[in-house]
């Protein structure tokens, strides 16, 4: 069964470092997500993408955020500079065709982020 | 008012006992409702997904939807130990584009 791959599991990284978390998405989706769960918290939507460009963001999602699909399979979220709490989970989801009624979104298994 | 409101629990269950979960929510523009597992620290799976009021079932799982109430249910039948897990609604509606709002999760725990 087709399935959404995240790499690293978990990224160790400095305040004030760059990171860029990686995603493949479903072969034959066309959109893409980005969510994160601070531990202990909900399932926060930071952004979606499609068709190269981004269609809605959150509040979270400001400048220090950005995403990219640099090529046909993967789709990237990088922050710029990190902060002691944008430590969570990042999830990357897929979907098929968007906003249609039987549009669903699937999950992969996360990165786990750690500012030290 | 949270948009989505889960009881954390832990709800505890004896194995083959049906689990009973629920979400409630403010917004009534939510048109598209989906239920989700977590394991411990892995993505959440999806389970259920649903569009319209009325029961939707799938094997051992039953998805209830009363719009009207703003109120969504997901009931486990015989449940296993494997089943263990914690348990997030998740929904959205057209002007809000794809974002899914979820509720905080309900952590469910079946003994055997």
């Known amino acids: 069964e087709p399935e959404v791959t995240q790499t690293p599991s978990h990224q160790v990284t400095q305040m004030g470092q760059e990171v860029i978390l990686r995603c493949v998405p479903i072969?034959?989706?066309?959109?893409f997500y980005w969510y994160r769960q601070i531990l202990g918290q909900k399932v926060e939507f930071l952004v979606s993408?499609?068709?190269?460009?981004?269609?809605?963001k959150s509040e979270i999602f400001d400048d220090q955020f950005s995403v990219e699909r640099p090529d046909g399979s993967n789709f990237t979220l990088k922050i710029r500079s990190t902060k002691l709490e944008d430590s969570a989970m990042y999830f990357c989801?897929?979907?098929?065709?968007?906003?249609?009624?039987?549009?669903?979104?699937?999950f992969g298994p996360g990165t786990r982020l750690t500012v030290l | 008012q949270k948009e989505v409101e889960q009881d954390p629990g832990p709800l505890s269950v004896p194995e083959g006992a049906i689990v009973s979960l629920n979400c409630t929510y403010s917004?009534?523009?939510?048109?598209?409702f989906m239920w989700y597992r977590q394991y411990s620290r892995k993505g959440p799976e999806l389970l259920m997904y649903?569009?319209?009021?009325g029961n939707k079932e799938d094997g051992r799982f039953t998805a209830q939807v009363d719009k009207s109430s703003k109120y969504i249910s997901l009931f486990i039948r015989d449940s296993q130990p494997s089943d263990s897990a914690t348990y997030l609604c998740?929904?959205?509606?057209?002007?809000?584009?794809?974002?899914?709002?979820f509720g905080g999760g309900t952590r469910v725990l079946v003994k055997p």
């Open positions: 989801a897929s979907s098929e065709a968007g906003g249609l009624s039987t549009d669903t979104q699937y």
């Open positions: 072969s034959n989706h066309l959109y």
């Open positions: 993408f499609y068709n190269n460009e981004i269609s809605e």
């Open positions: 917004n009534s523009a939510f048109q598209y």
């Open positions: 649903t569009y319209s009021s």
């Open positions: 998740a929904m959205r509606y057209k002007a809000a584009g794809n974002k899914l709002t």
